[in-house]
């Protein structure tokens, strides 16, 4: 049972950065997919940034490219997404998901997600 516990969410004034992180356990897995998606008030989940962790490619979804950054920490068993220039648009619930073998942009594909942390952007 694969477990993900997201922190580094909050409150940050328009242009300002956070690192959200996401730490993963109970999965043996060597091929997957990790991933931030978030969901604000009223809209769908919404892809943010997927990696592939046995080959680290990365994908992210076009109008945040640029401003956002997902990396891992494979000795940590770790998950990150750097947030820049953040704007008040960027406010929402941020999840992070795991699935086994390859990466897909649906939010329906994974079966693995966190509680969520909070990013208000003011």
């Known amino acids: 049972h694969v477990q993900l516990v997201e922190s580094g969410g909050g409150s940050v004034q328009a242009g300002g950065s956070l690192r959200l992180s996401c730490a993963a356990s109970?999965?043996?897995?060597?091929?997957?997919?990790m991933g931030w998606f978030r969901q604000a008030p009223g809209k769908e989940r919404e892809g943010v940034a997927l990696?592939?962790?046995?080959?680290?490619?990365?994908w992210y979804a076009d109008s945040l490219k640029g401003r956002f950054t997902i990396s891992q920490d494979n000795a940590k068993n770790t998950l990150y997404l750097r947030m820049n220039s953040l704007k008040p648009e960027d406010t929402a619930m941020y999840y992070c998901a795991f699935r086994s073998g390859l990466c897909y942009t649906s939010q329906a594909e994974y079966n693995n997600w966190g509680q969520g942390t909070q990013v208000t952007v003011s």
């Open positions: 990696i592939r962790a046995d080959v680290g490619s990365t």
């Open positions: 109970g999965y043996t897995y060597s091929r997957y997919c």
